[in-house]
């Protein structure tokens, strides 16, 4: 068993490797706007001398991607980036000043570096909110919300953070963050009780 323990995590490190390299061309693409043989090559270059040159930490991959989810997450979070776009232009329109934003704490049911991003980028993307801080080592995102002075859009707000964080678990979390989730399937039912 220890022997084909080093041939796998080599093999492993060796993919991780590649998708972390296409990402990274795929980011210097995206900066330049712009498809071209001259960027995708200074991309592929620059990718490696950047995993060459410097460290970075490995991102532990679970294993497992439900398809199924995974759409059901890409069309939510579609549905919510229309929405949420149409609603922060309301704001800047409507006669009615922008009510106070609040800084909100969200205590997330996964200990995941990758999930607990996926997350925070996906609650930055949709307009009205922006992750501000993190709290790695205690799994906790701090967000930036507009127009959140009331408890109920408080709720709200940590409401949408624990259901992107349900959505990516089921997608792409790794069973033990399944089964944090069927431990704690409603984060708020213990603030309820607690005040906040």
Same mark, same amino acid.
């Given at each position: 068993?220890?022997?084909? %323990?080093? %041939?796998?995590?080599?093999?492993?490190?060796? #993919?991780?490797?590649?998708?972390? $390299?296409?990402?990274?061309?795929?980011?210097?693409?995206?900066?330049?706007?712009?498809?071209?043989?001259?960027?995708?090559?200074? +991309? $592929?270059?620059?990718?490696?001398?950047?995993? @060459?040159?410097?460290?970075? =930490? =490995?991102?532990?991959?679970? +294993? %497992?991607?439900?398809?199924?989810?995974?759409?059901?997450? +890409?069309?939510?979070?579609?549905?919510? !980036?229309?929405?949420?776009? #149409?609603?922060?232009?309301?704001?800047?329109?409507?006669? @009615?000043?922008?009510? *106070?934003?609040?800084?909100?704490?969200?205590?997330?049911?996964?200990? &995941?570096?990758?999930?607990?991003?996926?997350? /925070?980028?996906?609650?930055?993307?949709? =307009?009205? &909110?922006?992750?501000?801080?993190?709290? @790695?080592?205690?799994?906790?995102?701090?967000?930036?919300?507009?127009?959140?002075?009331?408890?109920?859009?408080? !709720?709200? /707000?940590?409401?949408?953070?624990?259901?992107?964080?349900?959505?990516?678990?089921?997608?792409?979390?790794?069973? %033990?963050?399944?089964? *944090? !989730?069927?431990?704690? =399937?409603?984060?708020?039912?213990?603030?309820? +009780?607690?005040? @906040?």
């Amino acid at each position: 068993m220890n022997a084909k %323990r080093p %041939r796998m995590t080599k093999g492993r490190s060796f #993919v991780q490797q590649l998708v972390l $390299v296409f990402f990274l061309v795929l980011l210097w693409v995206m900066l330049w706007d712009s498809v071209s043989l001259m960027h995708v090559i200074t +991309g $592929v270059i620059l990718a490696f001398v950047v995993t @060459r040159v410097f460290y970075l =930490p =490995p991102v532990v991959l679970s +294993g %497992r991607f439900n398809i199924i989810h995974a759409l059901n997450y +890409g069309l939510w979070f579609l549905y919510s !980036l229309i929405h949420a776009s #149409v609603e922060v232009a309301w704001y800047a329109f409507r006669p @009615r000043a922008v009510g *106070a934003g609040s800084v909100i704490a969200c205590d997330l049911r996964t200990s &995941s570096d990758l999930l607990m991003t996926l997350v /925070a980028d996906t609650a930055s993307l949709i =307009p009205g &909110s922006i992750i501000i801080d993190s709290d @790695r080592a205690q799994g906790v995102l701090y967000l930036h919300v507009l127009d959140c002075d009331s408890e109920e859009k408080i !709720l709200s /707000a940590k409401q949408l953070v624990y259901h992107i964080e349900e959505l990516l678990i089921k997608a792409v979390g790794s069973h %033990r963050d399944l089964a *944090a !989730l069927k431990v704690d =399937p409603d984060p708020l039912a213990d603030e309820d +009780g607690g005040g @906040r």
